[in-house]
């Protein structure tokens, strides 16, 4: 079975074997990084594109006074800036949530990989733009989005995001972020995001527990935050089904 990265990949052009094959290598040599460690830190130079191939990380910046601001999750899959290599030092850091594997692909094999094929260009330069399509879906989130919105948009993206690289179920899918995370990604307090979460929970709507989230009523969730998933461009060999939303019949 083709790893995340490849599975990613193939949803934004039809790879042939051969672009499967340098994208397998290209990952061949990852390493196991613990919980809680930085890949990179702002003001480092960049040399390689992390990869993330099992785990949770995310980009963050730290503010002078201590706090964290998680500006983008990366699940298995998902992976840096392309075009990394070009900067001369990181502008914010990038640290393991869980335990992860990881392969850093040096930015010059990178720089190869891109060009390798046509199929392979495409791929990389959309899933790029989907990136920050989602940036500007948090943006927005953060400006006009209140509270519970904010909470219900995330869920639903990250659950599609998972569903696009065959690890969500019907329901379900892995979720190993505390209530400490969230509230980073979301500007919200911890407490804040404790209250939203039982509420949703006692109006089964949905449910976050032991790592794994359980969307209980779909088209509740997606009413609460009047979510359009269209900004995540969905696989092209998956398409919309039954709402506009692309998540099936709800309810």
């Known amino acids: 079975m083709p790893n995340a990265f490849v599975r990613k990949l193939i949803a934004y052009a039809p790879l ?16 196991r990084f613990a919980a809680h460690h930085d890949l990179i830190c702002e003001g480092d130079q960049p040399r390689a594109v992390f990869v993330v ?37 990181m502008d ?28 392979l260009t495409r791929a990389f330069w959309r899933a790029q733009l989907v990136d920050q399509s989602v940036l500007r879906s948090w943006i927005v989130s953060m400006g006009r989005r209140d509270a519970a919105q904010r909470v219900a948009h995330l869920m639903l ?20 972020l505390t209530q400490v995370v969230i509230a980073d990604a979301l500007g919200l307090t911890p407490v804040h995001i404790n209250r939203i979460l039982r509420d949703f929970r006692e109006r089964s709507v949905m449910e976050l527990r032991s790592g794994k989230l359980t969307i209980t009523s779909i088209r509740d969730l997606v009413g609460v935050a009047e979510f359009d998933d269209g900004y995540l461009h969905r696989r092209i060999a998956q398409p919309s089904a039954g709402t506009a939303t692309g998540l099936g019949a709800a309810g």
């Open 16 to 31: 042939g074997d051969g672009d499967v094959r340098l994208l397998v290598e290209a990952t061949g040599s990852p390493r």
């Open 53 to 89: 191939l099992e785990g949770w990380a995310c980009r963050y910046k730290i503010l002078p006074g201590g706090a964290r601001q998680i500006t983008a999750f990366l699940m298995p899959g998902d992976f840096g800036d392309i075009h990394v290599g070009s900067l001369e030092e």
């Open 92 to 119: 914010h850091n990038i640290g393991t949530l869980t335990d992860c594997e990881v392969a850093a692909i040096p930015q010059g094999h990178m720089d190869a990989l891109i060009v390798a094929t046509p199929d």
């Open 157 to 176: 993206e990250i659950y599609i995001r998972m569903r696009n690289v065959g690890l969500a179920s019907a329901e379900t899918c892995q979720m190993p």
